[in-house]
């Protein structure tokens, strides 16, 4: 009964460690483009990632999985957050820069993330020649 109990037990942590490889698919079908194409939401996610204002249940799920997802290139992302990401990062380099270098301040003060993932910011913001 005892190894019955362990075994159990092993089964159900082991379950509870895969569960935590992966960031939560909860907020996958966010309409990320409404924020982006909306500066007072935008502004008021950006606020809350800054720790400058309140945040909503899927800033607070950002800001909390954001300082990982950057030191281990967003391994635990699946497809669609990789995608969102990018989305996201362009929109944010190219229209609004200074929040951009506010952001990155706060959550890579040494550069250290943007200098890992130049290559990757560098394509996703290059522009298709015609």
């Known amino acids: 009964m005892k190894s019955f109990t362990f075994a159990t037990l092993f ?9 935590e490889d992966k960031y939560t698919s909860k907020y996958d079908n966010f309409d990320v483009d409404s924020v982006l194409n909306n500066d007072r939401i935008l502004t008021n ?10 945040c909503t249940n899927e800033g607070r799920e950002l800001k909390k999985v954001l300082p990982d997802a950057l030191s281990t290139g967003c391994n635990k992302c699946n497809d669609k957050q990789k995608s969102v990401s990018r989305k996201v990062l362009v929109h944010l380099i190219e229209k609004k820069p200074a929040e951009y270098k506010k952001l990155a301040k ?25």
């Open 11 to 19: 089964l159900i942590a082991f379950a509870f460690t895969l569960a």
């Open 106 to 130: 706060k959550f890579d003060p040494d550069g250290k993330f943007e200098e890992k993932y130049k290559a990757d910011i560098l394509n996703a913001t290059e522009k298709p020649k015609a």
């Open 45 to 54: 996610y950006i606020k809350c990632l800054l720790g400058e204002g309140p």
